[in-house]
């Protein structure tokens, strides 16, 4: 999507949107996505719905800092979690919902591995004004998400198959009876997903940081921020660009195969596309299912692949993996810190890691690392991670290759004694 922007209305400065808090009675300006409107001017903001999406955080962690190797106070956790339903989504799905009710749709769609499907069913619920069918696959959804969507009252199919099969069937239905697609695949939903660079700016005085450091599922958030960043330096609003770092899960890895071992760019619009559909066609001729504990990215074509490979161009940016032991090794020392996140956000905090012990981020640079979801999107993960029950962690961890929880914080056990309890809480506090 390209803006006309000499015909729009854009401020001069970006800190002229500081100025919208003193009419935070307004729901559009309270909101952490519309009280940005002249940088998402698609739809007339009195079309514009909110639930109250964007009241977001960004937080200098110096524990985490330290166990990637930072220096403290130069990296900051941006904490999506706070949104209405539990993650980022709810700032791309507040623009798409509005665009689908400017439209007239009365029904949307999506399919999702939880955080999408919980994000349209509050605003379908809380709104009123459509109805929401979700696809999800086959064992592939943690309940905290799937929970959501149930409760909300979404319509939920449920198919034999993984996200991508989910993702490959709701573009034929939607198509078929005329429902309003809310995956990333929507422009809409990424126009929306830009204003988490807006309020991490916001948040730093307006100063552009060294790194964004996303985890890459589907891409739309890798392709959201540099479109942001490339907007915002195109108006002259910034005079630089922060670099990106996209970071897989080692069993759903296909932007770093294709970008680190296979060399795709994005060559000024003119990536090698047949050399991605044969690594796509092997893919498929050996049934390679993506496979991670962090289930929000767990996808392996990625709908956003051109445009996030785009956004590493224009932010001269590098794509790593990380196995699901260092994801919930991060995890854990993330919650550490009072912010719990679940296991797809603390991709970006082992991805971090891995980039400081190779040089490639230098520990006195400034580093923004995006936390998806919150911690309680998928409890069980982090119930068995810090569990004594070794079944229930060989269960749902071992069989993902994690072998160890090194900073696990396990129950004590005590008899039912009272000089028993104290003398643990002594022994260990």
């Not at 729009?8 to 519309?34: I, Y």
């Not at 890895?253 to 690594?279: F, H, M």
């Not at 993506?290 to 161009?313: G, H, M, Q």
Request: overall charge neutral; charged content about 20%; aromatic content about 8%.
């Amino acid at each position: 999507m390209v803006y006309e922007w000499d015909r729009l209305r854009v401020p001069k400065t970006l800190s002229e949107f500081q100025q919208k808090w003193a009419r935070r009675n307004d729901p559009h300006c309270f909101s952490g996505v519309w009280r940005f409107h002249e940088l998402l001017p698609f739809v007339p903001i009195e079309q514009c719905v909110t639930v109250g999406e964007g009241q977001t955080l960004l937080h200098p962690s110096q524990g985490v800092a330290e166990y990637t190797g930072m220096t403290p106070g130069r990296l900051y956790l941006q904490y999506e979690g706070m949104n209405p339903s539990g993650s980022f989504k709810d700032n791309g799905m507040s623009a798409a919902f509005s665009h689908a009710r400017f439209v007239g749709a009365t029904r949307a769609a999506c399919a999702s591995t939880g955080n999408t499907s919980a994000s349209l069913a509050l605003y379908c619920s809380v709104t009123r004004l459509m109805k929401a069918v979700i696809f999800i696959g086959s064992g592939k959804i943690s309940y905290g998400k799937l929970s959501q969507a149930l409760d909300y009252g979404a319509l939920t199919v449920q198919i034999n198959g993984d996200f991508d099969d989910a993702m490959a069937r709701v573009k034929e239905v939607t198509q078929q009876l005329g429902i309003y697609l809310v995956n990333s695949v929507n422009p809409f939903r990424l126009e929306g997903q830009k204003t988490i660079m807006f309020r991490v700016l916001e948040a730093l005085d307006w100063e552009v940081p060294d790194w964004i450091v996303v985890p890459g599922g589907n891409l739309g958030n890798s392709s959201a921020f540099g479109k942001a960043f490339h907007e915002l330096r195109e108006l002259g609003l910034i005079d630089r660009m922060p670099r990106l770092a996209v970071i897989n899960a080692t069993g759903a890895s296909t932007l770093y195969e294709l970008v680190e071992k296979r060399d795709i760019r994005w060559n000024q619009g003119s990536p090698d596309a047949a050399k991605v559909c044969r690594y796509y066609d092997a893919m498929d001729a050996e049934g390679r299912r993506a496979s991670t504990i962090a289930s929000a990215i767990e996808i392996n074509r990625p709908v956003n692949f051109n445009k996030c490979i785009r956004a590493l161009e224009w932010c001269d940016g590098v794509v790593r993996e990380v196995t699901d032991q260092q994801i919930l090794d991060a995890k854990a020392k993330v919650g550490a810190g009072g912010l719990g996140c679940e296991p797809a956000s603390a991709a970006s905090v082992a991805g971090t890691k891995l980039l400081v012990s190779e040089g490639v981020i230098e520990p006195d640079q400034r580093v923004v690392c995006i936390l998806t979801g919150h911690q309680l999107k998928d409890p069980t993960a982090t119930v068995s991670y810090h569990t004594t029950d070794q079944d229930q962690f060989n269960k749902v961890l071992g069989s993902r290759g994690v072998r160890r929880a090194a900073f696990a914080n396990r129950a004590v056990g005590v008899p039912n004694n009272l000089d028993e309890i104290i003398k643990a809480i002594r022994l260990y506090s």
